[in-house]
Each structure stands twice: as C-alpha cells, then as structure tokens.
C-alpha cells in the first residue's frame, strides 16, 4: 500500500509560479509516481511522471519545458514546480503511484486545486 497526500495548490497570476507536493509513504521503493490533473466534467490528463529508485521523467507536451518534476528520496516527497503558468493550468492536480514501469496507477491522493488567472 502506498499513501500519498498533495499540497501546494492556490491561486495565481498568469506568468506566475507554484510548487505542488506530493508526501509519500508506505512502499514506496521503486515505485514511479505521477502528476496528473482534472477538468471539470473531464477525465484525469497525464502532466509529468518519475521513478522514485532512478532519475527518469517523462512530461507531457503541455507541460515539457514549463514545469519540472523532482523528488527529495530522504523526505519521501515528490514536487511539481509549475512555471510561466497559462489560465489552461488552471485544474485539481492529484499525484498517483504505480509500482511499475507503464503499470495502472492504483495510488491516489485526494487532490489540490491550481487557479491561474488571467
């Protein structure tokens, strides 16, 4: 089992900056967490992706080059820095794990909610 809980999320101009977190804990070896965010009356999107055991990342084309996705392994603690931020971010960003490598993500926390305005 893997527990996971966001933070960070808030309102913010567009151009802006916001660091979302993602605690971690249970087993959490080799696992790969992800960011992922919602619409309303959408499914959830892919935005960034990395193995909690090496140093691969994967991100979307939306996000590539705007946002950065680190993990701290000591504090067990994935972050999403979101930089030059577009009114189009604005979401419910929810970190997920999958114990494997393009495995289901089964893990999920509830939720942090990115305002960016115009």
């Known amino acids: 089992q893997v527990q996971l809980v966001e933070s960070g999320g808030g309102l913010v101009q567009a151009g802006g900056s916001l660091r979302l977190s993602c605690g971690t804990s249970?087993?959490?070896?080799?696992?790969?967490i992800g960011w992922f965010r919602q619409y309303p009356g959408k499914d959830r999107e892919f935005v960034a992706r990395?193995?909690?055991?090496?140093?691969?990342?994967l991100y979307s084309l939306a996000v590539k080059g705007r946002f950065t996705i680190s993990k701290d392994r000591a504090e067990n603690t994935v972050y999403l820095q979101m930089d030059s931020l577009k009114p189009e971010d604005t979401a419910v960003y929810y970190c997920?794990?999958?114990?494997?490598?393009?495995?289901?993500?089964?893990?999920w926390g509830q939720g942090t909610q990115v305002t960016v305005s115009s």
């Open positions: 249970g087993r959490t070896d080799g696992i790969y």
């Open positions: 997920a794990a999958t114990p494997k490598f393009g495995g289901s993500f089964d893990y």
């Open positions: 990395i193995s909690m055991s090496g140093d691969t990342t």
